[in-house]
T-cell receptor, first 115, second 111 residues
Framework: NAGVMQNPRHLVRRRGQEARLRCSPM?????VYWYRQLPEEGLKFMVY????????ESGMPKERFSAEFPKEGPSILRIQQVVRGDSAAYFC?????????????FGPGTRLLVL | GDSVTQMEGPVTLSEEAFLTINCTYT??????LFWYVQYPGEGLQLLLK?????DKGSNKGFEATYRKETTSFHLEKGSVQVSDSAVYFC??????????FGTGTRLKVLA
């Protein structure tokens, strides 16, 4: 029973390049969330998606960041023109329901380093 | 807004010592409370949760009790092992699916 899958596990980009992070939710889960963990901090909510829909992107920076969850394939978090401040661990989580108290299952994360 | 405050780390203990990691919260309404553990280089794993006041969550020898009167959800374990070395995150959800995490407490257990 595979858990939440993320790839790549580590990603190095130079300033100005694009970063593309992928997430496959647990089987049977249709709700996907992205969180960002800056060094020495807790995780911060970025965006919540269902298939083909962005439901809540209130935690996403207004520029350069976008997310999608297509009908087929993994969810993608895309960061254009990366800057050093984007260096962080990006975690994807999924859940069976999107309600308060529901357990979210986290992937291993993608650690992005911007040089 | 809602928030979670955890004790500063790192916490260093000898094997078989008693562990307490403090967690207090601020929330409107009645949140659900969680403890997650993050082992080096890995993602977060749910350790335990409690969804209403006075509930006790427990797993793998860890326990935490949801105390509404003190707005706390302290994590305890009677006898830690080296393999418990990790970062522990307290989190809440309050009327929404969004998790709000504390900053994490690093635990190091020495043999």
């Amino acid at each position: 029973n595979a858990g939440v899958m993320q790839n790549p596990r580590h990603l190095v980009r130079r300033r100005g390049q694009e970063a593309r992070l992928r997430c496959s939710p647990m089987k049977g889960h249709s709700h996907v969330y992205w969180y960002r963990q800056l060094p020495e901090e807790g995780l911060k909510f970025m965006v919540y998606l269902q298939k083909e829909n962005i439901i809540d992107e209130s935690g996403m920076p207004k520029e350069r960041f976008s997310a999608e969850f297509p009908k087929e394939g993994p969810s993608i978090l895309r960061i254009q023109q990366v800057v050093r401040g984007d260096s962080a661990a990006y975690f994807c989580a999924s859940s069976r329901l999107a309600v308060e108290g529901e357990t979210q299952y986290f992937g291993p994360g993608t650690r992005l380093l911007v040089l | 807004g809602d928030s979670v405050t955890q004790m500063e780390g790192p916490v260093t203990l000898s094997e078989e010592a008693f562990l307490t990691i403090n967690c207090t919260y601020t929330a409107t309404g009645y949140p659900s409370l969680f403890w997650y553990v993050q082992y080096p280089g890995e993602g977060l794993q749910l350790l335990l949760k409690a969804t209403k006041a006075d509930d006790k969550g427990s797993n793998k020898g860890f326990e935490a009790t949801y105390r509404k009167e003190t707005t706390s959800f302290h994590l305890e374990k009677g006898s830690v092992q080296v393999s418990d070395s990790a970062v522990y995150f307290c989190a809440l959800t309050s009327g929404t699916y969004k998790y709000i995490f504390g900053t994490g407490t690093r635990l190091k257990v020495l043999a």
